[in-house]
């Protein structure tokens, strides 16, 4: 798990722990949090639900990008919640997230769902927190006192 503001690195410190993982001939699937509610909905209106979540768990390493940048609505919260509980304890998967623990009901829609979650993900886990000023912001000031 790697909590942070926005611009300060999960995502680039996600990509950097996946690359590894595939230097090391583990399957690693990295999507954002908002593909993963995307492709699930869809494989469960038509009916593929679980042949896409057998498919999910092939990978060894799963990086879930975003969790928390877009809200889901209740049924995207459930199958998320699907997704996390079927992948416990079974492979890996790295969450990155801009929100702490305390509003992940805003993402879950429902307190005792994000508690379940939130025990899932953090059972066995390292939790990494970054810091500082976005990069992003701090190159575009940097390219703009440059050019001054």
């Not at 399957?27 to 995307?38: G, K």
């Not at 940048?69 to 996390?84: E, Q, W």
């Not at 939130?118 to 000023?133: F, M, N, Y």
Request: proline letters at 2%.
């Amino acid at each position: 798990m790697i909590r942070g503001e926005i611009g300060t690195g999960k995502t680039h410190l996600a990509n950097a722990i996946g690359f590894a993982c595939c230097q090391r001939g583990l399957r690693v699937l990295f999507m954002t949090a908002a593909d993963l509610t995307t492709n699930l909905l869809e494989s469960r209106s038509v009916d593929r639900l679980s042949r896409k979540l057998d498919q999910l768990a092939r990978y060894d390493l799963v990086i879930l990008d975003e969790l928390g940048y877009v809200p889901f609505d209740r049924a995207g919260a459930d199958l998320n919640f699907m997704f996390i509980t079927r992948s416990y304890e079974r492979r890996s998967v790295i969450v990155t997230t801009n929100l702490p623990f305390p509003r992940w009901n805003e993402v879950f829609q429902d307190a005792t769902a994000a508690a379940a979650v939130i025990d899932r993900v953090v059972h066995h886990s390292t939790i990494l927190e970054t810091k500082g000023k976005s990069v992003r912001l701090q190159a575009a000031e940097d390219a703009r006192a440059a050019g001054e």
